[in-house]
């Protein structure tokens, strides 16, 4: 992960990190991901568990951590907005944006810009 | 367009397979490989640094398959590359004339013999698809132009035997919606979750927008069923299939019988249309089991017209 860059991101990351273990990716998904963040994945990855999931439930890389992508779609189940979010494909990770305010690129739409080839 | 998506878009039987890890030994050790059951299969997958350990890359693998007169899937994890030398390698390999191209995520470094290397992981197997589709579509992720468009047959993975079992058709239907047009899943030895996984793939139109091709383990070995079992992230062997093996009078025979079992089993399942047979360390019998099932010849299959075996 980075640390966050200025004040704002000082701010999220202080709110964001004890609650969702936040990563500072700066394109925050959380709520198209049933609160959880898909950053704590080892793989990190945006779509989905991957195959190696362990028959318990558990992560492939880290055996006494449950899958996230587990709690992902239980957590999706109960939410009653933006559950079916977690079926959209969510593009590749811009990593210009790790360690800035997710916040700030919400409301200014940097979040939402992929690159031209992305359909 | 290449023979696999010819055969598939036809709704013909198809049946591939997984080359063995290849390391040196030039062409001869690529046509050793696969010689034992050449006639039978439609194209073989040149794998990926399988169980993160390195061997030489898929793109070399998948030309020199090409070159042997054999049809290739070159396969692609996520594990080791960032996007830009995954693009790379797609354009590579269209070059080349490689189609088929099957995306995965890949295991963890951690599951290797070199679990200190960086993981990459730059893009997830749902990307890694997407991006492959725009390619065909004449555009690297930025944008910039391919022309001509290299065309693609792009395939994904699916694992109907790991949790969350009930989101796994959920998450083929995106990998669909992000171009996947065949799917080689993941070997599952609980015959009950690929029955469930076919069942809720035809209900839900997965089996329909993509072709699917059930995974069966051929090995001359109990101990390779072990191997399998410890070793491979995301598979387990049930404990009593392998002492089965163990305690049968010939092992090796009961080995193969168990694939053929699977296999056989697979067939039947409503909404598969081909196998996928791979074996571990030393080949196991390919030919063998599309005898003993019934299977004809590429050749055969092709002249005939040839739909489904009849399951045995």
Known sequence: MAGPHGPLAAVEYAVKKPIWGCQMCGQCVLHSTGMTCPMNCPKQLRNGPC???RPNGNCEVKPDMKCVWLKAYERADKLPVWGEEIHELRPPVDNRLWGTSSWRNYFSGRDKQTPEGWA | MSRLEDRIRAGGFVLTAELLTVNTGGLDAVHERFEPYEDYVDAINATDNTAAHAHAAPLAVAIALKQLGMEPVMQLVCRDRNRLALEADIVG???????????????????????????????????????????????????????????LFIGAVENPGAPPYEARVERALKKVRAGARFFQLQLCFDKERVERFMRAAVESGLAAQAAIIQSICLVRSPSALRFVDEKVPGITVPHELIEHCERADDPEEACFQLGAEFAAHALAQPGVRGLHLISFRREAGIARLCRQLGIPTREERETSGYRHPVAV
Do not use: K, M, W
Request: proline content about 6%; aromatic content about 4%.
């Open chain 1, 51 to 53: 195959g190696g999931v």
């Open chain 2, 93 to 151: 390999a269209a070059l080349h004339g490689i189609e088929n191209i099957c995306c995965l995520t890949g295991d963890d470094v951690t599951a290797g013999d070199e679990p200190e290397a960086r993981r990459v992981f730059d893009l997830d197997s749902p990307q890694l698809i997407a991006t492959a589709q725009a390619i065909s579509g004449g555009r690297y992720l930025s944008g910039r132009r391919i022309e001509p468009a290299p065309h």
